[in-house]
């Protein structure tokens, strides 16, 4: 039992560097932008980091949680990296009227959503066969 706390935890912290190494590319990436030289814009910039730092971070959370076994904070977790791929989709096609651009921009979410979905469902069979 103990050693999976200490799993568990240490996904836990792996998931926050990871959120926090995120924030500081973005960070990085916003002050050393120019309009003029780069042709992409900036949230492509974003999409690309939050698809290199938030999805493998969604992912350890999501294994630390199933390692604890706590189903009800899995799922809360599924639900709102779900809510926030619609959310990402739906303002994006409202500010750019391009549908491909906003699931490019929603994949990452997607992808953690999808994830963190089997973990859910994996969790929750072992816990009826129990």
Do not use: E
Request: with cysteine; proline share 2%; hydrophobic share 60%.
């Amino acid at each position: 039992m103990k050693h999976k706390k200490i799993i568990s935890m240490l996904l836990f912290s792996v998931s926050g560097a990871l959120l926090v190494c995120f924030s500081a590319k973005t960070i990085a990436d916003y002050i050393t932008y120019a309009h003029t030289v780069n042709g992409a814009p900036f949230m492509l910039w974003i999409a690309v980091n939050a698809f290199c730092f938030i999805t493998p971070a969604t992912v350890a959370a999501s294994a630390g949680l199933y390692i604890r076994q706590l189903t009800r904070v899995l799922f809360i977790v599924t639900a709102v990296l779900a809510g926030l791929t619609a959310l990402m989709v739906i303002i994006l096609m409202l500010l750019h009227h391009a549908l491909a651009d906003s699931i490019l921009y929603g994949i990452p979410f997607a992808l953690s959503t999808l994830i963190s979905s089997i973990f859910t469902a994996v969790s929750r069979c072992q816990k009826n066969k129990a």
